[in-house]
């Protein structure tokens, strides 16, 4: 099971850039890694997918080593609203090794 | 937009009662998931559905059970609710593997 570990809690200004890692040891070959962004009292939303080197959306970008093990997220220029918790997912096609992380606490200040 | 809506926002529900959470997407997707969200913990994976009648068994399915009669419904059982199932409970489909994840608003459920 590829168990994925994240900072609980990260803290920035707005006009930042933010980097949230996740580390993910035990990824196996068909995995893909996914990261949500949540806000309270909603589901979990999609922000960006990878399976390695870098993918980049109108959001964010997505850095993924060549060895697999960690990948971060990466958050341009932030505002108030990305307050928000970020959780890694890493899976594949079977979904029977789906492990989200503990989710990481970003807090925007102004 | 997929739209993936959850019966209730909120249930309370007593000790030893039969509790229904009700899951509908509205996209054709194949695949669709119950977790339970609970603070420190994350989410963790109940159980998941591939197919109509198919489920698999996620993490922690230990005093649930699920129903997928149909391709857009998947339900979420509890048999006889217990107070250490009180949780966030979210229901999300997807359209194959490695597939984005569409989340419900989520049902908070107090058991009492």
């Known amino acids: 099971l590829a168990k994925t570990t994240q900072p609980i809690s990260m803290d920035s200004y707005e006009g930042q850039e933010v980097n949230i890692t996740c580390s993910h040891n035990?990824?196996?070959?068909?995995?893909?890694i996914t990261w949500y962004q949540q806000f309270p009292s909603q589901g979990p939303r999609f922000i960006i997918q990878?399976?390695?080197t870098k993918v980049t959306n109108e959001v964010a970008s997505l850095f993924i080593p060549a060895d697999r093990k960690s990948s971060t997220l990466s958050l341009p220029r932030v505002s108030l609203s990305d307050t928000a918790v970020y959780y890694c997912?890493?899976?594949?096609?079977?979904?029977?090794?789906?492990?989200f992380g503990k989710g990481t606490m970003l807090l925007v200040s102004p | 937009d997929v739209k993936v809506t959850q019966s209730s926002r909120y249930l309370v529900k007593r000790t030893g009662e039969k509790v229904f959470l009700e899951c509908v997407q509205d996209?054709?997707?194949?695949?669709m998931f119950w977790y339970r969200q609970d603070p420190g913990l994350g989410l963790r994976l109940i159980y998941f559905?591939?197919?109509?009648?198919?489920?698999e068994k996620g993490d922690i399915p230990e005093g649930y059970s699920v129903s997928r009669e149909k391709k857009e419904r998947f339900s979420l059982i509890l048999e006889s609710a217990s107070t250490n199932q009180t949780s966030m409970y979210l229901c999300?489909?997807?359209?194959?593997?490695?597939?984005?994840?569409?989340f419900g608003p989520g049902t908070r459920l107090l058991v009492l």
């Open positions: 996209m054709d997707h194949e695949n």
């Open positions: 990878g399976y390695k």
């Open positions: 559905s591939y197919d109509v009648k198919m489920k």
């Open positions: 997912l890493v899976g594949d096609e079977g979904y029977s090794t789906l492990t």
């Open positions: 035990n990824i196996a070959t068909n995995d893909y």
């Open positions: 999300a489909s997807s359209s194959g593997g490695n597939g984005v994840q569409y």
